[in-house]
């Protein structure tokens, strides 16, 4: 098996940090009504955005290039059009998920690396290097989402989403459903949205996530990946 190539470095502007806390739910019902009666939380307005459809798809080579390069691919497609994503599979914090995520726009899902010219293409060629991409599972998710917003702040700070999951093997075959809160930062103050997770833990019986979806992809498909380098 080839090692694993390195990554290059990423183009100005274009990587981020993605945090979020990934919490268990067995009720999205009784989530959905403590945010509907929780309009503000201590000094945070919580406010409802328009709902999503979302449509995720995991590649990766024959081989496992991508993932044993320390990355996860997603080419996710909605409404609004369509995207393709690295994500660390490593997170740098225990208590939440801080991960590398590069992402970048396409014109159109279809054939999209050969479209791809931004930093997601580059690297997703250079760790192939030209071995072909394969699917690995789908998610198909209804996404409620909920807008945090601090006053004191021009932007908002995080956003709560109520998701509804179902999984598919490459062959479009169902393999399991999955309800899940998250909470993503999007701003500063930190430590404001850490005190709404705890406040929702608290109130809703919430607990932390013990998988994130790629991991549940993974065993639901029974696709066992080498250990990454």
Not at 52 to 75: E, K, N, P, S, V
Not at 171 to 182: D, S
Not at 199 to 209: D, I, K, N, R, V
Request: with cysteine; net charge negative; hydrophobic share 40%.
């Amino acid at each position: 098996m080839p090692p694993a190539k390195q990554v290059p470095s990423a183009p100005s502007g274009t990587e981020t940090r993605e945090i979020e806390w990934q919490l268990a739910v067995t009720d999205l019902g009784v989530v959905r009504h403590w945010l509907e009666e929780h309009k503000k939380v201590g000094a945070l307005l919580i406010q409802p955005r328009p709902r999503q459809i979302l449509r995720d798809t995991y590649l990766d080579t024959g081989d496992w290039r991508i993932f044993r390069a320390d990355f996860a691919l997603r080419l996710r497609e909605t409404s609004d059009g369509a995207e393709a994503t690295l994500k660390s599979l490593r997170s740098a914090q225990e208590r939440l998920a801080d991960r590398q995520e590069i992402t970048e726009p396409l014109p159109e899902p279809d054939d999209w690396l050969r479209n791809a010219h931004g930093p997601v293409g580059a690297r997703v060629r250079e760790i192939a290097d030209g071995v072909p991409l394969k699917s690995l599972f789908t998610v198909h998710t209804r996404r409620e989402r909920f807008a945090v917003h601090n006053p004191l702040h021009p932007a908002d700070i995080g956003e709560i989403a109520l998701d509804e999951t179902e999984f598919r093997s490459a062959a479009n075959v169902p393999l399991g459903r999955l309800q899940r809160v998250e909470v993503e930062a999007l701003g500063p103050p930190l430590a404001a949205l850490e005190r709404l997770v705890a406040t929702l833990q608290e109130q809703c019986g919430l607990e932390p996530a013990p998988e994130n979806k790629f991991v549940v992809g993974l065993r639901l498909t029974g696709l066992l990946p080498p250990p990454p380098m």
